[in-house]
């Protein structure tokens, strides 16, 4: 609503964004949400702004309709895209004239492409997908469009169209309301399935154009999940994968936002339409939860809120033996009384009994090694896998983490042994001599390095050195390996376990990974 810039793009997503969210910001009662008159005052000025912007042909420029410069293809299409919405939503009357010219514009979109010089140089990724935008809008303008849309699909393949392309392309493929689309449809939606990167509560997909992708698509991973989270919803509105997408493009958010125009209005389309499939319902019911045949508590939702409740069950509990199962299995059993829909994550949070643990990766693979600072004879692995320091040694501690999904609010962190204390590098006295290859230090992985090669910034937002434990963190995460290492000092001879260093994400911990206990004398 406030973003400080006015160019055809940031206008028309602003329209798309506020109206998109226009029926949850009136549900949920927004406390800094401007007066209605106020918001309708603002609308009305960005869409005079726009209609001032139109060319003859129906297109848009970036900035202006001047005679010396020319309707951009990928404005055009968004902006009608945008009085698409408008015209839904039926907040106010959209210009006839306007929204007409637009429309020719994109039944005309090949030969207004291919009238500018500049397009030859387009990679056919990026041709047909702006092709399938615009098949997309002209399906919002109720047009029928679904032979159009095989055609495409049957020209290009899978291979020269994006994935954000087939999500438009299965909302265009759905205005055919004889079902003979059916078959392009599944094949769609099966590979879509194929790509998508899935945990036990989110999902993603990871995608790219090149580089005339960036600068003619304005494309972004989160706006994919938004694009394909709509179509699913029109598609397969029972799909598992609808609600992770909608919790997956939630995480991104920061300060309330996402990270530019284009993934502000295409998420908040795509949840708004979430918003009335899946939670058409005002919440009024009770929620209740057993035990077997116990009872453990219940909490009444009337309204809509974010607000959770928590129910904690003692592990005793579980693990009491079972008077209705010889195998002392239990049924946690949870029940909803009412309209309305309800969301619930179960967690079990334990301890091992056995202080051996083996390495494990649920999500992450972590590595350990340790490397004397002041004489490499001082830090050796023995055979049988049991470290040997030398008392008083100051040691490095290299940690390396490996991920193949993107992942949400990362920690890292290394427990110590007994006989160590991490140290503070910054500190003056603390180190001597090669001091470079010893301070606290996070390396990027191989996908930050081919983005920025000459950054010496590390990956980690937040470290901790603690008494006990070393920790790194970091809101979102890509794919790729991570290094980062601290310094201690072995200060107590005897010997002593070292519990693995685990990396977890914090708000869904039943994604992480460990390295193995170890054992280490110190003399």
Not at 40 to 68: A, I
Not at 161 to 188: R, V
Not at 418 to 425: D, F, Q, S
Request: hydrophobic share 35%; aromatic share 10%.
């Amino acid at each position: 609503y406030t973003y400080p810039y006015e160019c055809t793009e940031q206008l028309s997503s602003r329209l798309l964004g506020i109206q998109a969210l226009w029926d949850v910001l009136q549900a949920f009662h927004c406390k800094d949400l401007p007066e209605v008159s106020v918001l309708k005052t603002k609308l009305e000025s960005d869409l005079n702004t726009l209609k001032g912007r139109q060319y003859s042909n129906g297109g848009f420029g970036y900035w202006t309709n001047r005679n010396d410069c020319y309707a951009d293809p990928y404005m055009s299409v968004h902006v009608a895209h945008c009085l698409a919405v408008l015209v839904n939503k039926k907040v106010f009357n959209v210009n006839k004239n306007m929204l007409n010219n637009s429309l020719k514009y994109l039944e005309n979109i090949e030969s207004e492409i291919n009238q500018l010089s500049y397009t030859k140089y387009w990679s056919d990724l990026t041709r047909f997908s702006l092709i399938s935008y615009a098949l997309f809008v002209r399906a919002k303008h109720l047009q029928y469009v679904a032979d159009e849309a095989s055609q495409l699909f049957q020209l290009s393949g899978f291979d020269k169209l994006s994935l954000e392309a087939l999500g438009w392309l299965l909302i265009a493929l759905s205005t055919d309301k004889h079902n003979n689309k059916d078959q392009i449809i599944e094949i769609i939606c099966k590979h879509l399935k194929g790509k998508v990167s899935e945990t036990s509560e989110t999902a993603n997909f990871i995608t790219s154009y090149g580089d005339d992708g960036q600068s003619v698509m304005l494309h972004s991973n989160q706006r994919t999940d938004a694009i394909l989270l709509e179509a699913l919803l029109y598609i397969d509105p029972n799909s598992t994968l609808c609600t992770k997408l909608s919790k997956g493009l939630q995480v991104h958010k920061v300060k309330g936002a996402w990270k530019s125009t284009q993934e502000n209005c295409f998420a908040l389309i795509a949840l708004d339409k979430y918003f009335h499939m899946k939670e058409k319902d005002t919440p009024d019911f009770v929620a209740n939860i057993w035990l077997d045949k116990d009872y453990c508590g219940q909490h009444p939702y009337k309204g809509r809120t974010t607000n959770t409740y928590t129910v904690n069950i003692p592990m005793k509990v579980i693990l009491s033996p079972s008077s209705f199962d010889t195998n002392n299995k239990k049924n946690l059993i949870m029940q909803k009384d009412g309209n309305g829909r309800l969301y619930y994550r179960i967690a079990l949070n334990y301890a091992s009994s056995n202080l051996q643990l083996n390495a494990v990766n649920y999500g992450f693979k972590i590595e350990r090694t340790y490397v004397a600072i002041n004489d490499s004879s001082h830090v050796q692995k023995q055979s049988d896998g049991t470290w040997k320091f030398k008392l008083g040694e100051k040691i490095k501690v290299i940690l390396t983490m490996t991920t193949t999904q993107r992942r949400y609010h990362i920690a890292l962190v290394d427990y110590l042994s007994a006989g160590c204390e991490p140290l503070i590098t910054k500190l003056k006295g603390t180190l001597t001599g090669d001091a470079q290859s010893s301070v606290t230090k996070s390396n990027r992985g191989l996908y930050y390095c081919r983005c920025r090669p000459y950054s010496t910034i590390g990956w980690t937002e937040h470290e901790n050195l603690r008494d006990e434990r070393a920790e790194a963190f970091r809101s979102l995460l890509r794919p790729g390996v991570y290094e980062w290492s601290y310094v201690m000092r072995a200060t107590c001879a005897g010997t002593f376990i070292i519990p693995p260093a685990k990396a977890e994400e914090m708000y869904s911990p039943e994604n992480f990974g460990r390295c193995g206990t170890e054992k280490v004398i110190i003399e």
